[in-house]
């Protein structure tokens, strides 16, 4: 679908939107008194801050989709759902959350009164429910990590050989093992990621049963980890729950402020529900209802990748993945292909199968520093979109308190 496809208005303000902000300039214009200038200037201020919030929307989502579309074409790294492409979606959310932000409190006479002040505390209370979605998302980078240093055992054994004997390709054996077993266990059981957390490097011998055991409760002094009966799809419908674009009088009514809660409301469930797609966690389902109005100028890129990704999340060798991750897919190729070669080769080694061998070890080499290099960064910024809504809520209901209290 050609870029032009996605061009919204050149302010990046849905079209009935700034329709219903004229007529409310135009209802304060006709009754304008030296008294009510100030509400004038106002109006206009909020609309500005309106304006430059979906720009923002529009503007990250068109970004976000044309760089999937243009790494599908190249095999770039920002090819959709890799790890660079979620870092980029994650941004587009920090980013928009502080346009967001901003609405809120430059606005406060008007957002903190009714009716706004109840369509904020529903935002507010669905952003809870994402610290959940970012707990869990934060144990499957974790189990990412885990699959990565088997995937290093496999090239530590196997690279910078002077020559590759039978051990170890018996190590690396050893090691791929490991890795299936893990992956199968993460896609059979919806409850792997609980257990997982009380069982890491678990052991037979006692004494470093002693020490797993410190261990798994500092990573859950963390408060990164979910409830065993907690479930991924049931906490995007949530967050998804009678979520519906504002109608003309509820636009009226709240100066145009109805749109943009609506606006953060849809990105922050695009936003978990991308993350649930791509990342392992329990109970992974990706049946939530996008209900956009294509009148949005942000809402034609969301909706293609919703659809891409769904797509994405069809394919018969996708259906059954334990996450959507690029990277996570070459994992499993490359463990399926290090197996398969493991399982034929015959010593000594020929010098054809040598080559062989030092080429698929050479791209493990280069998928292993991928996955090094941004895993890290990853989760610290599914940190930072935690503290991030915990904090604007905070701010948020704190001055809900304050409106409250002066009424």
């Known amino acids: 679908m050609p870029a032009t496809d996605f061009q919204g208005s050149a302010s990046g303000f849905p079209s009935f939107g700034r329709s219903i902000l004229s007529f409310r300039r135009d209802q304060i214009h006709s009754m304008e008194t030296p008294i009510n200038h100030h509400h004038h200037e106002s109006a206009g201020n909020l609309e500005a801050d309106l304006n430059s919030f979906q720009k923002q929307v529009a503007d990250r989502f068109h970004d976000l989709w044309s760089s999937s579309s243009a790494a599908a074409a190249s095999t770039a790294s920002e090819h959709l759902l890799s790890v660079v492409w979620i870092r980029k979606l994650l941004d587009a959310f920090l980013c928009c959350q502080e346009e967001f932000r901003a609405v809120l409190f430059n606005n406060g006479s008007l957002v903190f009164r009714p009716p706004v002040d109840r369509m904020v505390s529903d935002y507010f209370e669905r952003s809870v429910k994402a610290l959940d979605v970012c707990n869990a998302i934060r144990d499957g980078i974790e189990q990412i990590r885990q699959w990565h240093k088997l995937l290093e055992i496999v090239l530590c054994a196997l690279d910078n050989q002077r020559s590759l004997g039978e051990g170890q390709f018996r190590r690396a054996k050893k090691a791929l093992i490991d890795l299936a ?3 199968l266990d993460e896609k059979d059981s919806s409850t792997t990621v609980a257990h997982r957390n009380r069982s890491f490097g678990r052991h037979n011998n006692s004494s470093s049963a002693g020490r797993d055991h410190r261990h798994v409760g500092h990573f859950r002094s963390l408060s990164w980890s979910v409830s065993r009966s907690w479930s991924a799809a049931r906490q995007l419908q949530a967050i998804g729950n009678n979520l519906a674009a504002p109608r003309t009088n509820e636009i009226v009514a709240t100066n145009g402020i109805a749109l943009a809660v609506f606006t953060m409301n849809t990105v ?82 020929m010098e054809d199968k040598e080559v062989e061998v030092r080429q698929i070890v050479k791209e493990l080499s280069q998928l292993c520093d991928t996955i090094k290099d941004g895993l890290d960064p990853l989760e610290r910024q599914v940190r930072e979109v935690f503290h991030r809504i915990v904090r604007s809520r905070t701010e948020g209901l704190d001055s809900l308190g304050r409106a409250y209290h002066n009424d």
Do not use: Y
């Not at 797609?277 to 009148?295: E, M, N, Y």
């Not at 994992?331 to 080769?345: A, N, P, Y």
């Open 268 to 349: 922050l469930l695009f936003v978990m529900w991308a993350l649930v797609a791509a990342i392992p966690c329990q109970d992974r389902g990706l049946q939530v209802h996008f209900s956009i109005p294509r009148s949005f100028s942000w809402a034609m890129p969301m909706i293609s990748l919703h659809e891409r990704i769904l797509e994405e999340s069809k394919r018969r060798d996708r259906k059954n993945a334990c996450g959507l991750l690029t990277e996570i897919r070459q994992i499993e190729k490359f463990s399926r292909v290090m197996s398969e070669l493991t399982d034929s080769v015959q010593f000594p080694l």
């Open 181 to 183: 077993i893990a992956m």
